[in-house]
């Protein structure tokens, strides 16, 4: 019997999703958006003062110098994989 998913990229084929867009033409593929650490939690007060809570008790545990910290933001490293679609209902995030 022949069907229109393949077993060995565990997809279904262009034809199907073809005929799903036919039958359900509000539905449409979006691009995930890069978000930033920052975007994502928020950065308000209660989390700022969070993260220099956190901070003061790991300097008092492993007594590290203010010289020893390297800012390793999130700046040229993407949240979202490559190609990474999705099925959705046209106009919606």
Known sequence: MDHRFNKEK???RK????????RNPVLGLI????TSLMGATGSNKPQVDWFYDLLLKLQ???????SQIYNADETGVSTVRK?????TVT???
């Open 10 to 12: 565990r997809m279904a």
């Open 15 to 22: 034809d199907f999703f073809l005929a799903l867009k036919k």
């Open 31 to 34: 691009t995930s958006e890069a």
């Open 60 to 66: 008092e545990q492993f007594r590290f110098q203010a």
């Open 83 to 87: 190609n990474d679609n999705k099925l």
């Open 91 to 93: 106009g919606k995030k």
